[in-house]
């Protein structure tokens, strides 16, 4: 199966998540890309309006999706909103998500960010199958990493 990780990440964070999700996919036989997106100059843009994206990485050509992006000021980051926006229609493709925050609890921004994520992804035709916040200060972030993983490659299991 040819999987598509379409990442937004400016520090790297999501990056390392997203490179992970792809090394287990290919342990497990898969056929899986790491596409990165990230902010042109106004990295900190509060508007997906003010946000310029260094690429805008396609959807098509894969049997499966897994979107990444980053939690900033308690709320989705603007770049990925403004990539969402952009999108065609994705057909009910199948689709996982996850996002990366700088705090120890889901609660402190991250499942507003996702609400957003997967309402923004559901609205353009995905259906989302699972998802998942990394707390990046958390102590347990290691094991978060690799349940992610594990769980979003089981999505892909013959």
């Known amino acids: 199966m040819k999987i598509g990780i379409i990442v937004h ?3 790297g964070h999501t990056l390392l998540v997203g490179e992970r999700i ?3 996919l290919q342990a497990d036989g898969h056929e899986a890309l790491v596409v990165r997106m990230q902010n042109l100059e106004n990295e900190k843009a509060k508007n997906p309006i003010d946000v310029q994206l260094d690429s805008l990485p396609e959807t098509a050509g894969y049997d499966a999706l897994i ?4 939690v900033q000021g308690f709320t989705l980051c603007p770049g990925f909103i403004k ?4 999108l065609q229609d994705l057909g009910q493709a199948q689709v ?6 700088q705090f120890r609890y889901k609660w402190m921004g991250g499942n507003r960010a996702m609400f957003k994520m997967t309402r923004s992804l559901e609205a353009k035709g995905a259906v989302v199958k699972s998802t998942a916040i990394i707390n990046w200060s958390h102590k347990k972030r290691e094991q ?4 992610l993983a594990e769980r979003f490659t089981s999505q892909y299991k013959a």
């Not at 990539?83 to 952009?86: A, D, F, G």
């Not at 996982?96 to 925050?101: A, E, I, M, P, V």
């Not at 978060?144 to 349940?147: A, G, P, R, S, V």
């Open 9 to 11: 990440s400016q520090t």
């Open 22 to 24: 792809r090394e287990k």
């Open 67 to 70: 979107f990444g992006a980053w």
């Open 83 to 86: 990539y969402v926006e952009q």
């Open 96 to 101: 996982c998500c996850f996002l990366t925050q």
């Open 144 to 147: 978060q990493i690799e349940e």
